[in-house]
């Protein structure tokens, strides 16, 4: 089976520009634009799992902008916005990763914006205002912090590595991850919880994490994280034989990334 083929280089250019225009405005929205008295404007799987008004106001600003610039394409973001394009590429949109976060004032939130083309991330870009880190990549191209190359860091022994992960809104997913965490934690160095799956793939690449792993994202979570960590040296997958999914997302630097699949697989972490 041949590799697809590389996209066209203009067109790459174009969605970088694009979708670091819509993560920095985004994000500046959501840095300055936070209101003393941020409150929740509705929930979604869970009464914990909410939504704010900035929530709203962002994606309103990004689905704006990329309809401006590129009217053909298609869009997916996590409060609702959806559309069929006919150029081929996709947008795939959290503008506000971590809202929990961001509602008790927490700095680990972002905006995550993605292109797909033809079903395959091409762009991603993930910017968190709060840390000052722009974060970016390209298929082929390698990914960036602050215009800075990343890279994994070198693989610690398993017992040594440093793991994040993520916890489900819903009561008893939460209970089943909890009992795979209990199980993985006296193994390795330590785990760790930000509450942000975009930062936290994005903590992968910049080697500030061993790996990473969490049962339950959707694409928007997923999509511009993966493939920063991916460009920066990560491998990236999920259950054995599959990609990151809804089931289970893992990301981590060669030499941790198998030992951590093969654990979770063992665990079954993405079943009840």
């Known amino acids: 089976m041949t590799a697809p083929a590389q996209p066209d280089d203009r067109l790459l250019d174009d969605l970088l520009e694009v979708a670091l225009d819509a993560a920095r405005q985004a994000g500046a929205l959501l840095r300055d634009g936070r209101p003393a008295d941020l409150g929740v404007a509705g929930t979604k799987s869970s009464p914990v799992d909410v939504v704010t008004e900035m929530d709203l106001a962002s994606e309103k600003l990004v689905l704006e902008l990329i309809t401006d610039r590129r009217p053909a394409d298609g869009y997916l973001g996590e409060e609702g916005a959806e559309r069929p394009g006919t150029s081929g590429v996709r947008w795939v949109v959290d503008p506000l990763d971590g809202t929990v976060n961001y509602l008790y004032g927490l700095p680990s939130w972002a905006v995550s914006v993605a292109a797909e083309l033809d079903g395959r991330a091409v762009v991603g870009v993930v910017y968190a205002p709060a840390r000052e880190e722009l974060f970016h990549a390209v298929l ?24 994040a992960t993520g916890f489900n809104y819903v009561r008893p997913v939460r209970v089943r991850q909890a009992e795979v965490l209990l199980a993985l934690m006296p193994e390795v160095r330590d785990i760790r919880r930000a509450g942000a799956a975009a930062v936290d793939l994005c903590d992968v690449a910049a080697g500030r994490l061993d790996g990473y792993y969490e049962r339950g994202l959707a694409p928007w979570d997923r999509a511009a994280g993966c493939l920063i960590a991916a460009e920066a040296g990560a491998l990236t997958g999920g259950r054995p034989g599959h990609g990151p999914d809804g089931e289970l997302t893992v990301a981590a630097a060669p030499g941790v990334y198998q030992p951590l699949q093969e654990r979770l697989a063992a665990l079954r972490a993405w079943a009840d």
């Not at 191209?141 to 890279?151: F, I, V, W, Y």
Request: aromatic share 4%.
């Open 140 to 163: 082929g191209r390698g990914a960036r912090l602050n215009g800075r190359p990343l890279s994994t860091r070198p693989a610690p022994p398993w017992g040594q590595a440093l793991i």
